[in-house]
């Protein structure tokens, strides 16, 4: 079936740095691919959409200029946390989806994000 | 608005006993609604969606516009269903992405 690959599982940075985060799909072209983000114990919040080539639509409240996303390609798409503050860290996920009508969403597997 | 809501954090239940979980949204057309999951140190998956009015793991779900909701439910809980259940809504216009509710964390005692 379709995967996202999700890198990295963890990451620790201080304050200040930034932290890239990459998915990648496997056996399928991935011309949207959403990104969410997670507290612990809350629900999936989406931050932005990105599609391929273009720019991403961010959703209110989230900060473009923080939170950088790129989607060069069909199989690659990055999130870049810039200048990292503890109150970032988080879980971030990333969803594509697959077929045409789009029916089904795959999931990568989550970046657990702790900013020190 | 998109909005799921799902009134249960948690919800126990005793092996071989039913298991319901329940599901309500708001939107202004016809969505399209599934449930997720997320076992335990595993990536979020799909377990069904009422499009395809499958049961899936014994798991069905029927979409009631009438009351807004998307019950999950299971005649017979298995400790391997353990796990935390999304509700999740999508939108019938566009490239859209999945709304979720909070998520609602099933544990089946033995």
């Known amino acids: 079936g379709a995967v996202v690959s999700q890198h990295p599982s963890r990451v620790i940075c201080k304050s200040g740095t930034s932290v890239k985060i990459e998915c990648r799909s496997l056996d399928f072209q991935a011309t949207t691919m959403f990104w969410y983000r997670q507290f612990p114990k809350q629900s999936l919040m989406l931050m932005a959409t990105s599609n391929e080539g273009s720019k991403a639509t961010y959703e209110q409240g989230v900060e473009k200029d923080k939170f950088l996303i790129n989607h060069a390609s069909l199989t690659l798409s990055t999130l870049t946390v810039t200048s990292a503050h503890p109150e970032d860290s988080s879980f971030y996920i990333c969803?594509?989806?697959?077929?045409?009508?789009?029916?089904?969403?795959?999931f990568g597997s989550g970046t657990r994000l702790t900013v020190v | 608005a998109q909005r799921v809501t799902q009134p249960e954090k948690l919800l126990s239940v005793f092996k071989g006993a039913p298991v319901e979980l329940k599901c309500n949204y708001s939107?202004?057309?016809?969505?399209?609604l599934f449930w997720y999951v997320q076992y335990s140190r595993q990536r979020l998956q799909l377990l069904l969606r009422h499009i395809s009015r499958e049961s899936i793991k014994g798991f069905t779900a029927d979409l009631n516009k009438g009351e807004t909701s998307f019950h999950l439910k299971k005649p017979f809980a298995q400790e391997e269903d353990s796990a935390m259940y999304y509700c999740a809504l999508r939108g019938n216009s566009g490239n859209t992405p999945l709304v979720f509710g909070k998520g609602t964390r099933l544990s089946v005692i033995a």
């Open positions: 969803s594509a989806r697959v077929g045409a009508r789009g029916y089904g969403y795959t």
């Open positions: 939107y202004s057309g016809s969505p399209e």
